[in-house]
Nanobody
Framework: QVQLVESGGGLVQPGGSLRLSCAAS????????MGWYRQAPGKQRELVAS???????RYVDSVKGRFTISRDNAKKSVYLQMNSLKPEDTAVYYC??????????????????WGQGTQVTVSS
């Protein structure tokens, strides 16, 4: 079993910054892509940023130049540095990891895992 635990959300004024962290644990053999998604009230969940195991990153257009995704493979962690935050960035942010782990039979399988979500609110 694999668990993802997020931290770092909160309330911030427009123009402020937050740093989200997500750490994976469990019977992990390898992690491929890691990413951050967000879901605002009444909207579908969207990909904000993702990063490959060798550090290639991509972003949704609305956050380019403001957000930076990074990862520490040794710590099985991914981070999202969010600068120049806007009210429209308000959402629950979820960490995702495409992970190779052993199932209950001991067989390696690839699967996607999600964190529990952390609230980011940008408001004055």
């Amino acid at each position: 079993q694999v668990q993802l635990v997020e931290s770092g959300g909160g309330l911030v004024q427009p123009g402020g910054s937050l740093r989200l962290s997500c750490a994976a644990s469990g019977s992990i053999l390898s992690i491929a892509d890691m990413g951050w998604y967000r879901q605002a009230p009444g909207k579908q969940r969207e990909l904000v940023a993702s990063i490959t195991d060798v550090g290639s990153a991509r972003y949704v257009d609305s956050v380019k130049g403001r957000f930076t995704i990074s990862r520490d493979n040794a710590k099985k962690s991914v981070y999202l540095q969010m600068n120049s935050l806007k009210p429209e960035d308000t959402a629950v942010y979820y960490c995702n990891a495409h992970t190779l782990s052993r199932d209950y039979r001991g067989i390696p399988i690839w699967d996607d895992y999600w964190g529990q979500g952390t609230q980011v609110t940008v408001s004055s």
